[in-house]
Nanobody
Framework: QVQLVESGGGSVTPGGSLRLSCAAS????????MGWYRQAPGQQRELVAA???????NYADSLKGRFTISRDNAKNVVYLQMNSLKPEDTAVYYC?????????????WGQGTQVTVSS
C-alpha cells in the first residue's frame, strides 16, 4: 500500500518562503512521476510542478523561477521550495505520485497541506 505524507505548509507573509515535503512509503516500484498540485477555494486543482523518473522537471509557466521541485531518491521524498510567495499562492497543496506497472498507471494523492500567504 502506498502512502504519501505531506508536511511544511503554514502561514507566511508575502515575499516569504516555504518548503513542502512529501514522503512516499510502501511499495513504490514503478515510480514514474511525482508532482505537486494546488487547489485554491473555488478553483480547480492545478499542476504546480512535477519530477519524472529521469529527473526531468516541469513547472506551471506562471511559477517558473519562484518554485523548485526536487527529489531525494534515497528517502523517497519530494520537496517543493517556494520563494517570493504571493497571496495568490494561497491554496491547499497536494502531492501526487504516479506508478507504472505492467503498462498500467496508478495514481496516489496525499492528504494536502495548507499554504496561506497573507500580510
Amino acid at each position: 500500500q502506498v502512502q504519501l505524507v505531506e508536511s511544511g505548509g503554514g502561514s507566511v507573509t508575502p515575499g516569504g518562503s516555504l518548503r513542502l515535503s512529501c514522503a512516499a512509503s510502501g511499495n513504490i516500484a514503478g515510480f514514474s512521476r511525482m508532482g505537486w498540485y494546488r487547489q485554491a477555494p473555488g478553483q480547480q486543482r492545478e499542476l504546480v510542478a512535477a519530477i519524472i523518473s529521469d529527473g526531468t522537471t516541469n513547472y506551471a509557466d506562471s511559477l517558473k523561477g519562484r518554485f523548485t521541485i526536487s527529489r531525494d531518491n534515497a528517502k523517497n521524498v519530494v520537496y517543493l521550495q517556494m520563494n517570493s510567495l504571493k497571496p495568490e499562492d494561497t491554496a491547499v497543496y497536494y502531492c501526487q505520485l504516479e506508478l507504472v506497472r505492467s503498462g498500467f498507471s496508478y495514481g496516489y494523492w496525499g492528504q494536502g497541506t495548507q499554504v496561506t500567504v497573507s500580510s
